[in-house]
Structure formats: C-alpha cells, structure tokens
C-alpha cells in the first residue's frame, strides 16, 4: 500500500467527545476535555505516526451557530476544519440531547463530498446501548463507514485502537512523505498547552456563564532556573466574575491554581512554579485587538 498522510477534521455537535476521541487515538493528552459543551475553542492538532503514513487529527470546536463574539469565533473556526481537511470523521454521540443533533451532523459531513467515516461515541453508556445501532446505520445510510466505540473507558485493547488508526489512513490521501516529524504528536507548544489547562480547570471548578467568558494568557514563562516559573493571567469578561473565580478566601483560584500546576507538571515532566492572577477586562471577546492575541480570529479574518 503506497505511504499516506492528511488532515482529518473531526466533525461533531458541542460535546460529542471528539477531543476525547483525539486524545485516545493519538494516545497523549493533547486536547483539554470537560462536561461542559463548548470545551474546544480552536483548533487542535493530534498526530499518529506508523510506517504506513500519518494522521493528523484535527480536533475542532463543536458546530455552532452564531454571528457575534467568541461564538462566532467558534462557528467559523468548525467550518474551517471542515473546509480544509483531507477527509473527516462524523462524531455522534448516543448521548446526543436532541434526535436530529446527530443527523445534522452526518448530512454536513457527507455533503463536504470528502472522504468519511462516522464514529459513534460514548457506546458505554448502557441506558443508550440502542442508539448505537440507529446511528451507525444513520451512517450507512448516507454512504458512510461506522466504527462504535469509548474512548473513556477503554481498557488497553491496543488492536481495537490500531484498526481505528487504520481505516482513518485509508481515507487519507497518498503522500510522499509525512506532514510532520514523526517524532511529535501535536504541534502546540508547552505555552500553549499550559494555557489550555488552566482554562480546562476553570472549566471544571466554575459554572454557568463563567467558564465561557473565561480566556487564559501567559505573562511570563520562565525556563531559565532549575524550576521552570509560569506565571497566567485569567481574564474574566465581567468585574463581579472576578470574585466568583477567586473564590471565599481564594478557595477557587487556589484549588484552580493546583489542580493546574499538577496537569502541567505532568506535561513537562518536571516541578513547576504557577502564579495566577485574575483580571477583569469587561466584554474582552468584543474586542477585536484581544482576541487576536488570544489566538480567536480565524485564518480568513486574519
Ligand atoms: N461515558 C463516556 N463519556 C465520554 C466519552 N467520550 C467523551 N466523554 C465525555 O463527554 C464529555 C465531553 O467530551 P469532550 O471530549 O470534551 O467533547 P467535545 O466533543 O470535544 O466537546 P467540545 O469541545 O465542547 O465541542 C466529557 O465529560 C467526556 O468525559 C465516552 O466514550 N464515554
Ligand atoms: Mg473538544
């Protein structure tokens, strides 16, 4: 079989486990993951390597409608995955909370006239084990192949895995060489990724509006001394959403502030030192300047 290598966008509603589904197929966590509908806020890339050729996930925000803000920003950002991968996946869920959610999304999929495969998700979840088979022949029905699987409680069925990796090559096209050194397994930097998971643990110990008017920057990363120093800043779209994030006695931040730096240790494989701050900058996601520094304009506007 000749060598392969693309981009595969992963195509889903808001929560449909796609970046649980990277995670496990790239085998490293790549992509921040939370209970919450709206996790992912651009776009992620997740490598997998053999002799066979490359795949290059593209872990996507959930397809959502909207003209203004940040959820404009991941509207836009969902349709440029779709518009600039080689081939895609289908991500349902059996969990979906409306019964057309899935549908809508393997009609997008197939109508990109890309190559695709649908994959239904979440299949331990035992009250929906009927969904399973109602959406894969959803797939087939519109010319799709479709995998089942969870990618939260596999157990190490290392061939299970391999086969998915597989089929996703197949739709791949024929390249002569690999995209990226076959060495890595994402593109984003140790900044980068620091700052995501500061945002996945506010996305864990706040609710409501809060986490989604939540972004994260880094003011200073410092790598010169034994004890690399982090030091973030959370901003908050709103003054009262300061104290909410701080917490009674900084409980919040604190508790945000370690689950963080043990997340981030893990990643760097080393101690780290992390100072977070919290900062008001009313309606951030209205201003075109921070958002760009954020890294939430997509290609086109840019
Ligand atoms: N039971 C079960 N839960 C899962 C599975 N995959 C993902 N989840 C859970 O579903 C929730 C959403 O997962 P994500 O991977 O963040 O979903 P997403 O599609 O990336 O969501 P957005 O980034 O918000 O669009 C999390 O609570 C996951 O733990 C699975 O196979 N089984
Ligand atoms: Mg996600």
């Not at 085998?27 to 997998?48: C, H, N, Y």
């Not at 864990?204 to 003011?219: K, S």
């Not at 959370?234 to 994030?245: F, H, Y």
Request: proline share 4%.
């Amino acid at each position: 079989m000749s060598y392969k290598a693309g981009f595969l966008g992963l195509i889903g509603q808001p929560n449909a486990g796609k970046s649980t589904l990277m995670n496990f197929l790239v085998d490293e966590k790549v992509s921040i993951v939370s209970a919450k509908p709206q996790t992912t806020r651009r776009r992620i890339l997740g490598m997998w390597t053999s002799d066979a050729g490359q795949v290059v996930f593209v872990d996507a925000p959930g397809l959502i409608k909207a003209d203004k803000g940040l959820n404009a920003f991941l509207a836009k950002e969902a349709e440029e995955v779709i518009r600039n991968s080689d081939a895609l996946l289908a991500v349902v869920s059996v969990d979906e909370s409306k019964s057309d959610d899935a549908e809508k999304i393997i009609n997008l999929v197939a109508s990109s006239k890309k190559p695709w495969i649908g994959v239904v998700t979440k299949t331990d979840i035992e009250d929906k084990a009927h969904r399973v088979l109602i959406l894969k022949k959803m797939i087939e029905d519109k010319g799709g192949k479709a995998i089942s699987v969870s990618a939260k409680t596999y157990k190490g069925d290392l061939e299970e895995r391999e086969a998915i990796l597989i089929e996703c090559l197949e739709i791949l096209p024929v390249s002569p060489a690999p995209l990226y050194d076959t060495e890595m397994f994402t593109n984003e930097n140790v900044r980068d990724m620091a700052c995501e998971i500061i945002r996945e643990r506010c996305f864990e110990n706040l609710h409501q509006e809060v986490p989604y008017q939540i972004a994260v920057r880094i003011i200073k990363f410092d790598e010169t001394g034994p004890l690399p120093k982090i030091y973030a800043e959370i901003l908050v779209g709103r003054e009262s959403q300061k104290a909410i994030v701080i917490g009674k006695g900084a409980s919040v931040i604190k508790q945000i502030g370690m689950e963080s730096r043990k997340e981030i240790e893990k990643l760097m494989d080393t101690k780290v030192f992390l100072d977070l701050k919290v900062q008001a900058k009313p309606e951030w996601f209205d201003n075109k300047r921070i958002m760009k520094e954020l890294g939430y304009v997509t290609e086109s506007e840019d």
